[in-house]
């Protein structure tokens, strides 16, 4: 008998997105559009992401343009970029708006990493839970005789490769990104 551990692996797929869509809000000193990604201006009485409303360009290596097509977005945006608190400095000119991202000191950089690190730590959090909704699912298969118990540290065991496996990939993800804080 085979144990159906798909369910599991999409999980453990979808942490691993999650977290390389958590880290690239963190901003690295380097112009990225991703860092707009969560950024929700009000326009037309809606919120709706800059993305939807503005072409992002990455001017240079320290700064974004936006460029609204609907001129009337350029406070909104501005506004938003502002109240979202994300550590940059936003100008408006007759094009629309610049983002500029500042150097960043050794003490941001250190504090962006265990932003980095605490982010890790939630996405093995979930890992965790998801392992033991798996591991108690095997269990009660087993009580209710529907696998052997052999099977059941066999499954056990098979899980454990998938977790470690799942881990290895976070650590990867998070040695790139403090690669990028620390430059």
Same mark, same amino acid.
């Given at each position: 008998?085979?144990?159906? +551990?798909?369910?599991?692996?999409?999980?453990?797929? #979808?942490?691993?997105?999650?977290?390389?869509?958590?880290? /690239?809000? $963190?901003?690295?000193?380097?112009?990225?559009?991703?860092?707009?990604?969560?950024?929700? %201006?009000?326009?037309?009485?809606? @919120?709706?992401? %800059?993305?939807?409303?503005?072409?992002?360009?990455?001017?240079? =290596?320290?700064?974004?343009?936006?460029?609204?097509?609907?001129?009337?977005? %350029?406070?909104? &945006?501005? @506004? /938003? &970029?502002?109240? =979202?608190?994300?550590?940059?400095? !936003?100008?408006? *000119?007759?094009?629309? !708006?610049?983002?500029?991202?500042?150097?960043?000191?050794?003490?941001?950089?250190?504090?962006?990493?265990?932003? =980095?690190? /605490?982010?890790?730590? *939630?996405?093995? !959090?979930?890992?965790?839970? #998801?392992?033991?909704?798996?591991?108690?699912? &095997?269990?009660? @298969?087993?009580?209710?005789?529907?696998?052997?118990?052999?099977?059941? +540290?066999?499954?056990?065991?098979?899980?454990?490769?998938?977790? *470690?496996?799942?881990?290895?990939?976070?650590?990867?993800? $998070?040695?790139?990104?403090?690669?990028? &804080?620390?430059?």
């Amino acid at each position: 008998m085979q144990y159906d +551990f798909s369910t599991f692996k999409t999980r453990s797929a #979808e942490v691993a997105a999650w977290l390389k869509t958590e880290f /690239a809000g $963190i901003h690295t000193g380097r112009a990225t559009p991703s860092l707009l990604d969560k950024v929700m %201006i009000d326009s037309y009485d809606a @919120k709706t992401p %800059i993305q939807h409303v503005a072409s992002i360009s990455v001017e240079n =290596a320290r700064s974004l343009r936006i460029v609204p097509w609907d001129k009337k977005n %350029i406070k909104e &945006i501005e @506004k /938003a &970029i502002g109240n =979202a608190k994300l550590g940059v400095n !936003v100008s408006i *000119d007759d094009q629309g !708006v610049r983002v500029s991202f500042p150097e960043l000191t050794s003490e941001n950089r250190q504090m962006l990493v265990k932003l =980095a690190r /605490a982010k890790l730590e *939630d996405a093995r !959090v979930t890992l965790k839970k #998801e392992r033991e909704e798996v591991w108690n699912d &095997i269990q009660k @298969k087993e009580r209710e005789g529907e696998i052997p118990e052999d099977d059941k +540290f066999r499954f056990k065991d098979e899980l454990q490769k998938l977790i *470690d496996t799942a881990h290895k990939e976070l650590e990867a993800i $998070i040695e790139r990104k403090e690669k990028e &804080i620390i430059g």
